[in-house]
């Protein structure tokens, strides 16, 4: 490990949940995007809650 890696904590996970969105647009329709970044986004029919892919 490099001795300039970041210090990766909890609340930084968190944190990076935090960062994306979902929209629901309609029937069975998903837009997840990015809080920070409004160019990044993806729609889906699908959408599963990240816990969930554990």
Same mark, same amino acid.
């Given at each position: 490990?490099?001795? &300039?890696?970041?210090?990766?904590?909890?609340? @930084?996970?968190?944190?990076?949940? @935090?960062?994306?969105? *979902?929209? &629901?647009?309609? @029937?069975?329709?998903?837009?997840?995007? @990015?809080? *920070? &970044?409004?160019?990044?986004?993806?729609?889906?029919?699908?959408?599963?809650?990240?816990? *969930?892919?554990?």
């Amino acid at each position: 490990m490099s001795k &300039n890696a970041p210090n990766n904590t909890e609340s @930084d996970a968190v944190d990076e949940r @935090d960062r994306y969105a *979902e929209l &629901n647009i309609g @029937d069975e329709e998903f837009v997840i995007y @990015d809080r *920070e &970044n409004h160019q990044a986004w993806l729609q889906s029919t699908v959408a599963v809650a990240a816990d *969930e892919m554990q």
